[in-house]
């Protein structure tokens, strides 16, 4: 077959979002050469994503095709299509991206992250990360200005058309089935594979606390400034054990600013924290590591999942981790983290104070990290995707182009 890989990341700005499509796309590169039947082609908006697996070396089996941008028309035809289905039989034009199918004779179309704004007639596959403007409709990112509606629009035709769709969890797939109605028999799980930067044990740690002019055992917490990131309760938490434990913990945060940082700050101000509080905003790859590294524990407090990237990270490189426990994150994470109430600043404080002073518990944190972050990388993922595909392949060839 031949198979189209959307690429839809192109800012490492964006966080997990690029971070996990990035890992997914230098495994595809990987792994293309093990599937010699299927014809790969790697499909993105931006030049600098043909330069940059320019950079990499390619199987035979594998090319880039560069998409256009929608203009606005095509933009407002293709919100009409999915707004009144019906027009779909009317509004016969199609977008730049089934253009590129058709022209270059694509059986299946997978988007490795995020979605597409077209109708598509081109089967597809879509990888979904979180639902949490159906489940968290409160939270001003995933409802504010009509991001409600863009999403639940989105997703609607997105999930119901796709030929298969990518979960990481069980509790994934039924907020799909729920959701969306999409029989069970099209949606896959595939768990969020481990950074392979975090597995890359051969680096060194370099001094990042000199660097960023930090101090020594410091709760490091790796989060976009949104409010489903939960930096509120993390901060009361941190005053808790100020005043409970009489222990100072720096709190270091990294993430871009998402409208909501200010509001942190102020935040950490009005507990007396602000000498405690050390934000970096966004920091290269290799400083994540050694923020990792040097720190006492992740504090992942995250309000939302089921699939977080950062505890992955850290169990890698060997940092326990306190993290929230949501929906599916037992299944993600298994026995490798101590969970906590994310709405509960004093139970988040407890579970941190626990891991600072048991030792025991911090090596069997770690240990049962490291088992976790090795038993599933973007190279399975991959494999996963071919399976897929192979699956698909016995009726795609039921139908010409």
Known sequence: MRIGAYFGATNPQVGGGFTFQDEVLKALVRQAVNAPQHDFFVIGTSSSLHDYLGSLE?????SFLLSKSPNIFQRVCEWLKKGLLILTRILKVPGPLEKLAKKNK???????GGGSFEVLDTPYIATVWDLQHRLQPWFPEVSA????????????YFLSRASFVIVGTEAGREEVELFYRVPKFRIYKLPHPTPSFA?????????????????????????????HKNHINLLQAIKIVNEKYGVKLPLVLVGADKGNLDYVKQSAYDLGLQTQLFVLGFVPQADLYDLYKNASMLAYISLC???????????AIGCPVVASEVCGSKEQFGEAVLFCDPKNPQDIADQIYRVLHDENLKE?????????????TADDFVIGVFKM?????????????
């Open 199 to 227: 597995l890359n044990q051969s680096q060194d740690v370099a001094d990042v606390c000199k660097k960023y002019n930090l101090p020594q055992n410091y709760i490091f917490y790796p989060a976009q400034f949104w409010s």
């Open 106 to 112: 694509l059986d299946l179309i997978w988007f490795i």
């Open 58 to 62: 390619l199987p035979k089996n594998l």
């Open 305 to 315: 999942g089921p699939e977080n990237l950062p505890p992955l990270e850290a169990f």
């Open 364 to 376: 069997e944190l770690i240990n049962n990290g490291r088992i976790r972050a090795s038993s599933w």
């Open 145 to 156: 200005n009509g991001e409600w509606a863009a999403r639940e629009t989105q997703y609607h």
């Open 389 to 401: 595909a192979e699956d698909f392949s016995a009726i795609r060839k039921n139908w010409s182009n």
